[in-house]
């Protein structure tokens, strides 16, 4: 079968063929400069503000579904197949207003309105979702919209009060779901697409095997997934990103699912994708995983990215590296399978050979004895990097630590075990010393990171307090768990 040389989706009710598409095009000019879709706005151009967010929806194997995602740093290759909606579709085919701009209007949830489209189409999904979301969930759903005008309450009650002005039941989207289903289902056509210029083409594989077989033949290649990274690398620093492979298209690598002991998470599933089971199997991630960016961020970026990316603050190794986790690497039909922790080597290096891709990660279930645990320290507490991130486990029976895992990000050049402090709780009762004592192994095991984000010295207090603060939330003595508030 010939490769394909378009991308192929649908811009609100329109369908689209584009053709020598780069790897680099950003879905956000494509709509601003392209189709003077300016309704959809550039503030950041990192995703981190969320004036420039649009909904895409995709075929899964449960259906149709959108999400908010940030066009800024979503890149036009990486919507083939799937329908984009932006602010300028919301309107009635009469110019009468949706009702979450009307709710908007009438709350007086917008001042200036430079954020005001975004923040209508995070609403939007939301009440798609949740028709009458408690101001806990509207506040979630709004971490990725940033606004400097309104301080938030009259947005919040335009929230809540949406489904007073209409319901999703009678939204065109609802309307038209099955049409829209079928016309998407119309563009699959199970080729591989090479699209762009030579020294910035665009490939999307038609399968997890021809993934395989595209790195053997472009071993080099960016691969990408959600973009939250490799987007900063062309808006913020211009770094040519071509050849580059798109991946979040296949969804073989999106599993998210129990097998036996342990969970299996594809390298292609997003952090969204992977909540639900986290929640019933890993609860103790649920809230840690609310603070990973904002809801765009989430429903775009992967765990496999996360790791593959290597960055020594990332959110998810350390958590992953405390459960035990491990991942599978694949190159053409061969695969190798490492514990997490030694996928790290240096900064900025992973045991990762050219041509070579994560392909799934497993994650070992707990058992009855073990006490988890996952934090994180940041400037911000909601849509902000780790200043310091870290996971435990920790085995306790018959009032003795059996075994201690604990990870920390942002304290070394890679995610890294504490294994001095490992040691000094290993064997010991379960006790306030025991814990002092790792607390202060700490300043053996690491010589943390010093930057704008975090000092040294704040790092290294911050690490050894979450020790501590893991035998207060944890110690049997206490009547009930203390539940802090996650820095």
Known sequence: MTDRDDIRFILNGKEISVRDVEASRTLLDFLRLERRLTGTKEGCAEGDCGACTVLVGRLTA???????????????????????VTIEHLAGPDGRLHPVQQAMIDHHGSQCGFCTPGFVMSLYALWMQTPEPTEAQVETALQGNLCRCTGYAPIIRAAVAVSRYGTPASDHLTAEREAMTARLAALRDGRRVVSGPQDNLAILPADVDDLADCLLRWPGATIIAGATDVGLWVT???????????????????????????????????????????AQHLPHLSRYWDRIAGWQVRNMGTVGGNIANGSPIGDTPPVLIALGAEIVLRRGADRRRLPLQDFFLDYGKQDRAAGEFVE??????????DLHAAYKLSKRRDEDISAVAAGFRITVEQ??????RLAFGGMAATPKRASGAERALTGQPWSEAA?????????????PLDDWRASAAYRM??????LRRFFLEHDAATTAPIQLETA
């Open 62 to 84: 449960t259906g149709l579904v959108y999400a908010p995602v940030n066009a800024c740093i979503r890149f036009l290759a990486s919507v083939d197949g799937c329908h984009v």
């Open 360 to 369: 799934s990660i497993h994650i070992p279930l707990p058992g009855a004895d």
């Open 461 to 466: 207090l911050g690490a050894q307090n979450l």
């Open 236 to 278: 913020k620093f211009l770094r040519p990103i071509g050849p580059a492979i798109f991946i979040g298209h296949l969804d073989a690598l999106k599993r998210v699912e129990r097998q036996g002991d342990s969970l299996l998470i594809g390298a292609g599933a997003s952090y969204t994708d992977c909540q639900s089971v986290l």
């Open 399 to 404: 009032g003795r630590i059996t075994q201690a």
């Open 435 to 447: 814990f002092e004592a790792a607390a202060e192994a700490l300043a053996q095991d690491f010589t």
